[in-house]
């Protein structure tokens, strides 16, 4: 079955910081990886999708890798700004064709 | 880009009755369609895959006779929350797939928070 792993589960960092979110996952047997961002009471946004053949994937501020071997992901994220506030999720699509979520995490970036 | 709707996005219902939640996906034909349901503070837990015409496949410990789900075209899916009680109370967001293969990247819709009172 597998499982994603999102730690920590919140992350406090000040305003123009450069930082890393980490997402690990127990089967590499998986079409794609997706970040998303959620914010408090809202539903997902789409931030990248990395396709299982590809190592990375950049949007603007945004750049997201993919070590299926390993079963990780980083989603790194340039300057920080407060409007990046938000709690971000892993998910990955297994050979099962479904989406399995990791927890999240609650991002806070303080002015 | 592609969108998927979801109506309503907030509903307030009385314990024993029941509340049905449609997801549509507005620009494309979605084969296949997803519910998931939210905890606070908790992952995103797949309750059901529907396929148009189809019956829908729920998930381990998912009751399908109280979660009734309809996927009667390729545009709609319809979530009803039969008898539905205070711990039924939930976020639920749906997502619809334009083919059956995981290799079609997912669309969310908005999300329908549901109070049972």
């Known amino acids: 079955k597998q499982e994603v792993t999102q730690i920590p589960a919140a992350l406090s960092v000040p305003e123009g910081e450069n930082l890393v979110l980490n997402c690990s996952f127990t089967?590499?047997?998986?079409?794609?990886l997706q970040w998303f961002r959620q914010d408090p009471g809202k539903g997902l946004t789409s931030l990248l999708l990395?396709?299982?053949?590809?190592r990375e994937q950049t949007s603007g501020r945004l750049n997201a890798s993919l070590d299926k071997s390993s079963g990780r992901s980083t989603l790194y994220i340039a300057a920080s700004q407060p409007g990046d506030s938000a709690t971000y999720l892993c998910?990955?699509?297994?050979?099962?064709?479904?989406?399995?979520f990791g927890k999240g995490i609650t991002l806070s970036v303080r002015p | 880009g592609a969108v998927v709707s979801q109506h309503p996005s907030r509903v307030i219902c009385k314990s024993g009755t029941s509340v049905k939640i449609e997801c549509r996906s507005l620009?494309?034909?979605?084969?296949?369609m997803f519910w998931y349901r939210q905890f606070p503070k908790k992952s995103l837990m797949l309750m059901a895959t529907?396929?148009?015409?189809?019956?829908?496949?729920?998930e381990q410990g998912v009751e399908k006779d109280k979660f009734l789900i309809n996927h009667a075209s390729l545009t709609l899916s319809t979530l009803t929350v039969t008898s539905a009680h205070p711990e039924d109370s939930s976020f639920y967001i749906c997502?619809?797939?334009?083919?059956?293969?995981?290799?079609?990247?997912?669309?969310f819709g908005p999300g329908t928070r549901l109070t049972v009172t």
């Open positions: 089967d590499s047997a998986i079409y794609n």
């Open positions: 990395i396709q299982s053949s590809q």
């Open positions: 529907s396929n148009e015409g189809s019956k829908a496949t729920y």
């Open positions: 620009d494309f034909q979605a084969t296949t």
């Open positions: 998910a990955v699509t297994g050979a099962n064709s479904k989406l399995t």
């Open positions: 997502s619809a797939q334009l083919g059956t293969s995981g290799a079609y990247e997912q669309y």
